[in-house]
């Protein structure tokens, strides 16, 4: 596998992409070294499970709506830390039926005579399109997030624009007139299909909306998960933990091998995804709970609860103290930690050492092109080993 070694001109402005000066096998070494760096003192790291398909591998991409000084629209992403919208007509790392549609808005924005909206003045139509593909289904969602919501000729705006590619599934219009740097705002109504994609993950199936999250590299997503449950052992008898489920991807996948899954998640949307996700895969032996992980964790060792398997993702800040010395209170025989930074993975694998051995550290790259590593740590209760 050979990959060409390039360099995307926005590079520098856009900030996306840290590691473009590097060719893809260049990056995989990289991302070793720095999972070595924080985690050799545990175990040796396996080697990185590089992506098959290193580019385009975005299924969500967001564009920012401008008119540039010469009167033209533009659409891209805003340069790191300020308001200046990049012009990017295709990029390396997203999908390409999504920069297709991005860019194929421009004209219809003009055809239609819409305007783009002006955050200084706060006047105008459309600030940004969001883009979703269900790689496995091919269905495709676009969000078209306004500052107003007068949408002039909106029925004609969406049979052209689903004309063009049929691809499309699912219009949703987002109204979004405050100054925020989030995307999305509040009202949001379906103008064309359901207002949602299905997506296949490990043979399971999962609803998307505009907000939920979802992984955004699903082919190296169904490796993270098949190596994470592959470690994991199951043999049917277990009761296990999702903690920090999002949307109940892993727990679900995980539920077929497993007693009881309990998922546990601080976001209500992800939670209540979760749930629906759930029933859409008629599975009966999993439950969800909305709240914070090291607070459940802590209620359920006061309720000296049973615990064979704790799966856990923690965001990039890692998992608390209270949710460290619950789980040795648990004390479940094994635990799987995946994780997006390897700095706090290693902090946290720290504080259960004492208690726990780490029989595996494999690495997954699930963002190519960026300094992101993703890296699995398999923990076993050193009593029992
Ligand atoms: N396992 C999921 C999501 C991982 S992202 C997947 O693979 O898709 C980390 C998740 O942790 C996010 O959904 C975030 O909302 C949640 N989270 C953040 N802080 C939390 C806390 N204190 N307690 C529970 N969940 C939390």
């Known amino acids: 596998m050979k990959h060409k070694n390039f360099a995307c001109e926005k590079a520098k402005v856009c900030g996306g ?21 924080y ?18 591998y975005r299924n969500k991409v967001q564009a920012a709506y401008k008119r540039s000084k010469n009167g033209e629209i533009i659409s891209g992403v805003y340069q790191s830390n300020s ?34 909206y002006d955050e200084d003045k706060k006047k105008g139509f459309l600030r940004h399109v ?5 790689r496995a289904t091919g269905e495709t969602m676009v969000v078209l997030v306004a500052g107003s919501s007068i949408f002039p ?6 049979k052209a624009l689903t004309e063009k590619f049929p691809e499309i599934t699912t219009v949703i219009f987002n109204l979004n007139n405050r100054s925020t740097s989030l995307v ?27 907000k939920s999250f979802y992984q955004i590299n699903p082919e190296q997503t169904e490796i993270l998960y098949s190596k994470a449950i592959e470690a994991a052992r199951l043999t ?16 679900i996948v995980a539920s077929d091998k497993a007693k009881r899954v309990i998922g546990v998640e601080l976001n209500p949307d992800a939670v209540r995804d979760a749930k629906q996700n759930a029933r859409l895969n008629n599975i009966e032996n999993i439950d969800f709970y909305c709240g914070d992980a090291g607070e459940f964790m ?51 694998l720290k504080v259960l050492k004492d208690m726990y051995k780490v029989t595996l550290l494999q690495p997954v790259d699930m963002f190519p092109y960026t300094n992101h590593v993703e890296n699995i740590a398999v923990l076993i209760r050193k009593d029992t080993l």
């Open 39 to 56: 985690l050799d003192r545990f175990a040796k790291p396996k080697a990185i499970i590089g992506a098959a398909h290193p580019e385009h």
């Open 153 to 158: 000729s909106k029925n004609n705006f969406v």
């Open 17 to 37: 992409c840290q590691l473009q000066n590097m060719t893809y096998p260049e990056q995989l070494e990289y991302k070793q070294h720095k999972v070595s760096r």
């Open 83 to 116: 308001h200046k919208v990049i012009k990017v007509d295709s990029c390396l790392i997203e999908d390409e039926l999504a920069d297709k549609i991005i860019v194929y808005i421009r004209q219809l924005l003009k055809s239609f005579k819409l305007t783009v």
């Open 130 to 134: 969001l883009v979703k593909r269900a």
């Open 298 to 348: 802590t209620e359920m060792a006061k309720n000296g609860e049973k615990l064979d398997l704790l799966l856990m993702d923690p965001p990039r800040a890692g998992a608390s103290k209270e949710f460290l010395e619950s789980t040795k209170l648990l004390a479940p025989k094994k635990i799987v930690y995946i994780s997006c930074n390897v700095e706090t993975q290693s902090r946290d």
């Open 184 to 210: 999305l705002g509040d009202k949001q109504e379906i103008l064309y299909g359901s207002g949602k994609i299905t997506d296949i993950l490990c043979g399971k199936k999962f609803l998307i909306s505009p």
């Open 236 to 251: 049917g008898n277990e009761t296990v933990i999702d903690a920090y489920c999002g949307i109940g991807t892993i727990g």
